[in-house]
């Protein structure tokens, strides 16, 4: 049903914040996100300035029937930021940053991004970890578990997580930690936005000063791509790594000669001293001769380069967790990535481990801390007739590559469907998020997500 005038008089007298319909001019730039391909038109965007109004817009949702999507930094890869035909909480304007330097902690708006909080830590010589992209936003990361440059140093981001301000279904504001409503700060480091919407995050903060950090090119090759994971896996717990095998793009640091080949484009982030870095870094750049070495001694936020405001790709994806990369599955990845012609395809390989490792399973809704290497495979698709052959591809690529780890990240995950969430949270986990589910928003009003329903059996 369309938001009549009064309802629309009603919302804008409940809330301080911007109310945007589709009759507005900002109505199309505020709801896109960031993927293209991604055309859904809710009935009103709500920009929140408040707690407050938070609750209103929740009760308000709840009350009306109407269907209710969350949006941080608006990367969820299948678009659940945006409602066809409901309303959007936007939350890009709450961007409030409180740092207490004495206990190394900080509260942070659920509108900020990893590249803002970030920058604001940084300044301080401190960090959590986020994850690879500065305009990604920490709410939707942080509540899916959040694996970044930092994770085998100091875990994923939800290991920093020290308490969140939790707006439930019923419109109260609960604050969620290890002494208050625990079963609802164990679901949200790692259930996604299933529980409620979080106004504020609070952070545990790490010294990152001297950090040695950048972008490492080796040419891919079977025994290139096999041994940098191997010396990923073997590497100190301060380097974590983030691998791109890929045709190489026309940067202005690859050589011409090399675009279009397939390359090894790696993140480099080693958290500690200059020395140190030195020896881990080492046996990288012994593989082969580095088409491109900038890894450099640096401010650990400049590891967020600059990001186009309006760069919308569309794309396709899977994700897997897998055991090992050895040779032959290293010829497997050069051989399906040489047979797609899609624009832009890449497997990007991460070696897990190192603190994510030491935390028990249990602790938290993020369920795969045994997982070792995190497999995304992506390929760019130009226009939906494009699409099916693209996801074909995908489809075909992770068969090739599953192994016996079944889980899934649910930040990853490029498609929908329970069974898929399933995966993503296995046995036990799947039990008890529906359990807190059920006692928090029995009404699934939260539903716009990676969806627990709370009527699971
Ligand atoms: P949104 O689309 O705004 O939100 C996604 C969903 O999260 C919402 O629908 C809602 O259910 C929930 N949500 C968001 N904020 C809140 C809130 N405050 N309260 C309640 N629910 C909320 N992930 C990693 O772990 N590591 C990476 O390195 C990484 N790199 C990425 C790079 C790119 C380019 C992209 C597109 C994604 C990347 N991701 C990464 C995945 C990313 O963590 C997820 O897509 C995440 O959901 C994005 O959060 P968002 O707030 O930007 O997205």
């Given at each position: 049903m369309p938001l009549d005038e009064k309802v629309l008089a009603e919302l804008r007298a409940r809330l301080s914040g911007r109310v945007i319909t589709p009759d507005d001019s900002a109505y199309d730039q505020a709801r896109t996100v960031f993927y293209g391909g991604i055309d859904r038109r809710p009935q009103a965007i709500l920009l929140p300035q408040s707690d407050a109004d938070v609750r209103q817009v929740v009760t308000w949702a709840r009350e009306s029937g109407s269907e209710l999507a969350i949006r941080g930094g608006g990367h969820s890869p299948v678009g659940h930021s945006l409602s066809d035909g409901g309303v959007v909480l936007d939350l890009r304007e709450m961007k409030g940053f409180d740092l207490d330097l004495e206990r190394r902690t900080a509260w942070a708006q659920g509108g900020l991004t990893a590249g803002e909080y970030t920058s604001a830590a940084g300044a301080h010589g401190l960090a959590t970890g986020f994850g690879d992209t500065g305009s990604v936003g920490i709410g939707g990361l942080t509540l899916g578990g959040g694996v970044g440059f930092l994770v085998r140093k100091f875990g994923l981001t939800i290991d920093d997580l020290l308490a969140a301000d939790v707006v439930t279904a019923d419109g109260q504001l609960l604050r969620a930690q290890?002494?208050?409503?625990?079963?609802?700060?164990?679901?949200?480091?790692?259930?996604?936005?299933?529980f409620g919407v979080v106004t504020r995050f609070q952070f545990r903060l790490h010294p990152i000063e001297p950090f040695v950090g950048g972008i490492f090119v080796l040419p891919a090759t079977a025994d290139v791509v096999a041994g940098f994971l191997a010396e990923a896996e073997a590497a100190p717990e301060e380097l974590s790594t983030i691998a791109n095998v890929m045709p190489a793009p026309p940067m202005p640091f690859v050589p011409p000669e090399y675009h279009g080949k397939l390359i090894v484009l790696a993140f480099m982030a080693f958290a500690g001293k200059v020395e140190a870095a030195e020896r881990a870094l080492a046996p990288f750049r012994g593989l082969a001769t580095p088409i491109a070495d900038m890894v450099r001694p640096?401010?650990?936020?400049?590891?967020?380069?600059?990001e186009p405001g309006d760069y919308h790709p569309t794309a396709v994806g899977r994700t897997m967790f897998v055991d090992s990369i050895d040779r032959s599955i290293a010829q497997d990845i050069l051989a399906r990535l040489e047979a797609s012609d899609a624009s832009v395809r890449v497997a990007?390989?991460?070696?897990?481990?190192?603190?994510?490792?030491?935390?028990?399973?249990?602790?938290t809704a993020f369920a795969h801390r045994a997982s070792r290497i995190l497999v995304n495979l992506a390929a760019f698709y130009e226009g939906v007739e494009d699409r099916p052959r693209r996801e074909q591809w995908v489809k075909e690529f992770e068969a090739t590559l599953r192994q016996k780890d079944n889980g899934a990240y649910v930040n990853f995950l490029g498609e929908e469907g329970p069974s898929l969430v399933h995966r993503a949270y296995p046995g036990s986990?799947?039990?008890r998020l529906v359990d807190v589910k059920r006692r928090y928003d029995p009404g699934n009003l939260f539903h716009r997500n990676h969806n627990l329903p709370p009527d699971s059996p």
């Open positions: 290890a002494e208050s409503n625990p079963d609802l700060f164990w679901a949200i480091r790692g259930g996604g936005g299933n640096m401010k650990y936020p400049e590891m967020y380069g600059p990007q390989l991460r070696v897990l481990g190192g603190a994510m490792a030491r935390v028990p399973n249990e602790a986990t799947w039990d």
